[in-house]
Every structure is written in structure tokens, then in C-alpha cells.
């Protein structure tokens, strides 16, 4: 009786074990997969230093600030100007490897004639043979291919020692069943913007894009928290 109930007891742990790692495992993928909301720090627009005139000075023709230049570049360069950059982001790649192993061992041992008869050990023959076989075939590839477009205008955040221009930026769209955001940073240099003050985003250094959507469409692309966990690397089998 002691024994059966120490069975039942260790198979109630198993079990309890199991759906406590499930939980874990389904909290975890909630909080992973929490949909992304406007106003991120990390991409919100910055303020431009407020430009104050220049106290009047009276006896002169002309005040400092107040003056036109009609040679100069209106090309962004200051903390808080716009610059548009044009999405072309195309990547493709293709991967495949194809393994194959075999190997094929066999020993044989005999031990002879002694005195007329084959020598026994135990009343078992003392002759053996040994022959182990291994296999082992794999194949993978894989195929990958993402395209990009279009625009999206964002502002300088910093100006570096070295000259470089710190951007950020995002846009929304609000669909008919969710939303949909694109959100870019990184640094351009001032002399690969053009004149109308836009760049390609191929010239932008260490660039991050990000571009998905929330909402029903959204979700109905993803998988449900057990499926992610029977997919994951916690499932055993």
C-alpha cells in the first residue's frame, strides 16, 4: 500500500511539474509576443532647440539673424530637421548542405582448439563476433527572399563629434482590422543627403528596420502559445 501510494504521489509531482513549466512557458510567449505601441522613446521625435531673436541694436543698419543668405545649403544638419528616406531594402538568400556518414565494423574472436574441444568459460563459447553498423543521412535548405519599399521621414536626434547625423523615426497607419508601423534608425553622413533632403536607405549606417502590424491580421499570422511550445527547443521529443 505504501508503495502504490509512493507511485501516485511521484506521478501527481510529474504532472504538477509539467503544467507549471507549461504556464511558465505560455507567460513567457505572452510577454515576448506583446504587440508594439506608438510613442517608443527609443523612436519618438525630438525638439529642436528654440531659436530666440537677438536683442535689438539700435544706431545699425543691419541685425545679426535677421539677414538671408542666398547661397546656403538647406540640406539637414541640425538637431531636429527632417530628412525622408527612401526604403530599398531587397535580400535574398538560399542555403543547403547534405551530410551523409556510414561506417561498417565487424570483429570476429576465436578462440581455437584446445585439447580437441573449443574452450567454454561459464558453459558459454569463448568464440564471439562482433559486427556494428552505423547510418546517419541529413538534408536541409533553406530559401529566403524580403523586399522593402517605400518612404518614411524621420529627424536628426544627435550630431556626432565626427559629423554624423543620428536619425529616428516612425509612422503609423491605422487599417480597417489593426495597425501597421514602420520604425528606422541609424546614422547617415550629412554629404549622402541629397539636396531635397532625402536618402537612400542603403547608405544609412547601422541601420535598424523594423516593419509589422498589430491588431486581428496580425495575430491570425502567428502561432498559439502550446504550438510555440511544442516548436520550441523545451519540447523534448
Known amino acids: 500500500m505504501t508503495q502504490r501510494s509512493g507511485l501516485i504521489g511521484y506521478a501527481a509531482t510529474r504532472k504538477q511539474l509539467l503544467l507549471v513549466s507549461v504556464i511558465a ?8 509576443a506583446r504587440d508594439a505601441k506608438p510613442g517608443d522613446p527609443s523612436y519618438a521625435p525630438v525638439s529642436a532647440p528654440a531659436m530666440l531673436a537677438p536683442p535689438p541694436s539700435d544706431g545699425a543698419i543691419y541685425r545679426n539673424g535677421s539677414g538671408m543668405s542666398l547661397f546656403e545649403d538647406k540640406r539637414a544638419r ?31 574472436i576465436d578462440a581455437g582448439i584446445v585439447l580437441g574441444a573449443q574452450p567454454k568459460l561459464g558453459g558459454l ?5 562482433v559486427n556494428p553498423q552505423r547510418d546517419f543521412s541529413g538534408a536541409a535548405s533553406a530559401d529566403q527572399s524580403n523586399k522593402l519599399t517605400g518612404t518614411i521621414s524621420v529627424m536628426v536626434s544627435d550630431v556626432l ?21 514602420i520604425r528606422i534608425r541609424g546614422y547617415v553622413r550629412p554629404e549622402d543627403v541629397l539636396p531635397d533632403n532625402t536618402i537612400s536607405s542603403t ?35
Do not use: H
Open 25 to 32: 512557458f505560455a507567460t513567457t510567449g505572452c510577454t515576448v
Open 78 to 108: 541640425r538637431i531636429g530637421d527632417v530628412i525622408t528616406i527612401t526604403l530599398a531594402e531587397s535580400t535574398t538568400s538560399s542555403k543547403k548542405a547534405d551530410t551523409a556518414i556510414k561506417k561498417d565494423d565487424k570483429v570476429d
Open 125 to 129: 563459447n569463448m568464440s564471439t563476433s
Open 161 to 181: 563629434p565626427n559629423g554624423l547625423l543620428e536619425v529616428r523615426g516612425e509612422k503609423w497607419m491605422t487599417l480597417n482590422r489593426g495597425e501597421e508601423f
Open 203 to 237: 547608405k544609412v549606417a547601422d541601420v535598424r528596420i523594423a516593419y509589422s502590424g498589430s491588431g486581428e491580421l496580425a495575430q491570425s499570422n502567428r502561432q498559439g502559445w502550446l504550438s510555440r511550445f511544442f516548436s520550441s527547443e523545451f519540447w523534448p521529443f
